[in-house]
């Protein structure tokens, strides 16, 4: 457990961390009443909506330049069917960081960037059975793109952390 705290600069009260990670439970196109369809699926690291939308979860690493630490997004990215299958075809296969990267695009809106982070594209890289693969956006001029990159401080992460425990 982290005994480092931030001067939260939302409400001004002193929290825990800041937190290197945040996590979207879902695309932003799931909706909680497709949980008890057959064409629907939702777990841990994959979804299907409809049985013709593709997602898996993956990572978005933002490398603090100034603590050496990795702050991170957990979202999700949708992937053509082949892609799609592809992908849970190799899931538990060693060796499957082997892959060539499978283009998709984020399917969630990070809190706090602008424009919209729904829909850049990306390329999503397997990695080692157990670990969830990395998104690499496009290196674009959007913020989320640029800070992929350059990285960020200390201080950006605590601003992130403040602004996603009050939103």
Do not use: K
């Not at 690493?61 to 997004?73: I, N, Q, R, S």
């Not at 082949?82 to 399917?107: H, I, K, M």
């Not at 403040?162 to 939103?167: I, T």
């Amino acid at each position: 457990m982290s005994t480092e705290q931030f001067a939260c600069g939302t409400c001004g009260a002193t929290h825990d961390g800041p937190p290197l990670s945040f996590a979207a439970p879902a695309p932003d196109y799931w909706q909680p009443s497709m949980a008890n369809r057959e064409d629907c699926l939702l777990d841990a690291d994959l979804c299907v909506i409809g049985g013709e939308q593709f997602f898996i979860r993956g990572m978005i690493e933002l490398p603090v330049w100034d603590t050496g630490d990795v702050f991170t997004y957990s979202m999700w990215v949708s992937l053509s069917r082949a892609n799609f299958t592809r992908a849970v075809d190799v899931w538990e296969q060693p060796g499957r960081e082997s892959e060539p990267p499978y283009f998709g695009w984020l399917s969630n809106v990070i809190a706090g960037y602008e424009p919209s982070t729904l829909n850049l594209r990306t390329n999503v890289h397997t990695r080692p059975v157990g670990r969830l693969p990395y998104i690499e956006l496009e290196p674009t001029g959007h913020p989320l793109a640029v800070e992929q990159l350059a990285g960020v401080t200390r201080a950006r992460v605590a601003e992130i952390a403040s602004f996603h425990l009050h939103h």
